[in-house]
C-alpha cells in the first residue's frame, strides 16, 4: 500500500493506493474519503467510505456523476481522475 500527495485543478488530494485498481482519495480530514475501484477497463464503482451509496459508470466521471452523495457532488471530486492519472477514453 503507498499513499501520496498530489495537487489537480489547484485542489490538494491525498491518495492511498490499496492494489491494482483500487484507491482510497479524501481531500481533507474533514470530507468522507472516496473510495474508487477499477473493476473492468469500462466499469468503475465509487462509494463514500462509511455510506452505502455508490457509483458506477463507463469510466471515472460517469461513476463520480452516478454516485453524487447526500448533498450532491463534492467540487473537489472533479479532481479525482486527474489525481489518479486516469485519461477519459476516447
Known amino acids: 500500500m503507498s499513499r501520496r500527495e498530489t495537487v489537480s485543478n489547484d485542489q ?6 490499496r492494489g491494482p485498481g483500487e ?3 479524501r481531500s481533507s480530514p474533514a470530507e468522507r ?4 475501484y477499477r473493476v473492468a ?3 468503475w464503482l465509487v462509494s463514500e467510505v462509511g455510506r452505502p451509496s455508490e457509483g458506477r459508470g463507463v469510466d471515472l466521471e ?3 456523476l ?3 452523495g ?5 467540487d473537489w471530486w472533479r479532481s479525482v481522475p486527474d489525481a489518479l492519472g486516469v485519461a477519459e477514453d476516447p
Request: net charge neutral; hydrophobic share 50%.
Open 62 to 64: 460517469h461513476a463520480l
Open 70 to 74: 447526500d448533498t450532491g457532488p463534492r
Open 33 to 36: 474519503p472516496l473510495h474508487v
Open 41 to 43: 477497463p469500462a466499469d
Open 66 to 68: 452516478a454516485l453524487k
Open 12 to 17: 490538494r488530494l491525498y491518495v492511498e493506493v
Open 23 to 25: 484507491w482510497i482519495v
